[in-house]
């Protein structure tokens, strides 16, 4: 029974990297079909986010199982509850990504990025791509050293967050009340992306060393 156990926590890991790696793709799709006005592309994540649902569903299933069965305590309760948060964090990157493919598909056949803030989209689609691959990286290897590089992540992705807000209020400003929206939430759904990357990271440092990180308490998370 115990081996059995054993091998329900390693399937629940595994299933979190399989999820983090969707959500990887569907970040880098969505960021490159908003750059782009590619709205195949985006189609293309909207239509896939509900495999990332399904398996976040699959997932927290698994976890309600083993509690139920296993009753588990100390560090294997500790899993598998950070499991069951980390599954809802993951779904919502998810969400994320289709958001910003869903501004692709509404603004299509215009381009969704407002005129003089491309290089800017660009950059946080890039820093998002990063995030994906390094958190997906940590829920894999469990290499603390990678909450620091996602750290440093998630502060450059507040810098052009509140660069794109400094744009679309300066007085030169030009851009229509529809492309004023579309910076604002697409900068809003960058930036968010980076704070759920940096809650999922908060847990595995848990798991690992059994205290919570003070700097991300209280981070409000709702997109």
Request: avoid cysteine; proline fraction near 1%.
């Amino acid at each position: 029974m115990r081996e059995v156990f054993h091998q329900s926590l390693e399937d629940v890991q595994t299933r979190l990297v399989e999820i983090s790696e969707l959500v990887t793709v569907a970040i880098e799709k969505a960021t490159r079909a908003f750059a782009t006005s590619d709205v195949a592309l985006a189609e293309d994540v909207i239509d896939n986010d509900q495999v990332i649902d399904d398996k976040a569903i699959e997932l927290d299933e698994l976890a309600i199982e083993i509690l139920a069965r296993q009753q588990p305590v100390a560090r294997d309760l500790r899993i598998v509850v950070a499991a069951l948060r980390v599954s809802a964090s993951l779904e919502r990157m998810g969400d994320i990504a289709e958001h910003i493919a869903q501004l692709t598909r509404m603004r299509f056949p215009e381009r969704a990025v407002p005129k003089g803030l491309k290089n800017t989209f660009t950059k946080m689609g890039e820093i998002d791509t990063e995030v994906a691959r390094t958190l997906a990286d940590l829920l894999r290897t469990e290499d603390l050293s990678l909450v620091s590089r996602l750290h440093e992540l998630d502060d450059q992705l507040d810098a052009l967050h509140l660069a794109v807000f400094e744009k679309v209020l300066s007085d030169n400003w030009q851009g229509e009340a529809s492309a004023t929206v579309d910076a604002t939430l697409a900068s809003r759904y960058h930036e968010r992306f980076g704070d759920h990357a940096l809650s999922v990271a908060k847990k595995v440092s848990y798991l690992a060393t059994g205290t919570w990180a003070a700097d991300t308490e209280g981070v409000d998370l709702e997109v």
